[in-house]
Nanobody
Framework: QVQLVESGGGLVQAGGSLRLSCAAS????????MAWFRQAPGKQRELVAD???????NYVDSVKGRFTIARDNAKKMLYLQMNNLKPEDTAVYYC?????????WGPGTQVTVSS
């Protein structure tokens, strides 16, 4: 089992940047494809970016060119660099494995983008 704790969210104006971090416990972090998800009020949770154990990345169209996902397997950390933020990026952001059988969700980190 892996425990996940997200951090780095905050309030930012449109066009600004934030860097989210996800700290993972457990020795098997490096073998998992990991992802960042977000859930806006009244909406379903969606996957926005994922990264394989080897570092291959994939992004949902709405964040391509603005968000960058990265990982440090030695530190058991997952990151999401978010640039040129838009009000529609406002959500609680979570990290978890890509596979359907996910670990328990962490508390998430709130990102609020003002216009």
């Amino acid at each position: 089992q892996v425990q996940l704790v997200e951090s780095g969210g905050g309030l930012v104006q449109a066009g600004g940047s934030l860097r989210l971090s996800c700290a993972a416990s457990g020795s098997a972090f490096s073998i998992y494809a990991m992802a960042w998800f977000r859930q806006a009020p009244g909406k379903q949770r969606e996957l926005v970016a994922d990264i394989t154990s080897g570092g291959l990345t994939n992004y949902v169209d709405s964040v391509k060119g603005r968000f960058t996902i990265a990982r440090d397997n030695a530190k058991k950390m997952l990151y999401l660099q978010m640039n040129n933020l838009k009000p529609e990026d406002t959500a609680v952001y979570y990290c978890n494995v890509v596979r359907i059988s996910r670990f328990a969700w962490g508390p998430g980190t709130q990102v609020t983008v003002s216009s």
